[in-house]
């Protein structure tokens, strides 16, 4: 049985040493969004308002708002608020302000993978 000293206070049942990897130093793959935008260029339906108040709204550039102010305005299944090549390097235009649905967007998340997938980019 492991001394006292050689428990790893973070993750009980671990012991501390060089050999055992804790649950948050396992290897996990890398997901950068500014070299992906996948998930802001995958569907003219995904950067949709939600739950958004009218003062979130109002930060929103209106040539960015949709016609119907569902959402944000797209080319195509492309974002307008995006810039870059999707899977070189991107940035959002309004990020500070973007909506609700793409802060959800995790990276890795399924909604990331799924839009990734259809980009034909590696998983991380």
Known sequence: MPRQADRNPLAPGLVAG???????????PAFDCQSCG?????????????????????RIPEALIAANQSGMRCEGNRCSALRGEVGKGTACAIYDVRPHVCRACMPGGDDCLMARTVFGLAAG
């Open 38 to 58: 996948a998930c802001c260029a995958y569907s003219a339906d995904w950067p949709r308002f939600s739950t958004e108040e009218d003062a979130e709204l109002d």
């Open 18 to 28: 060089r050999d055992v990897l804790s649950a948050w130093e396992s290897p996990q």
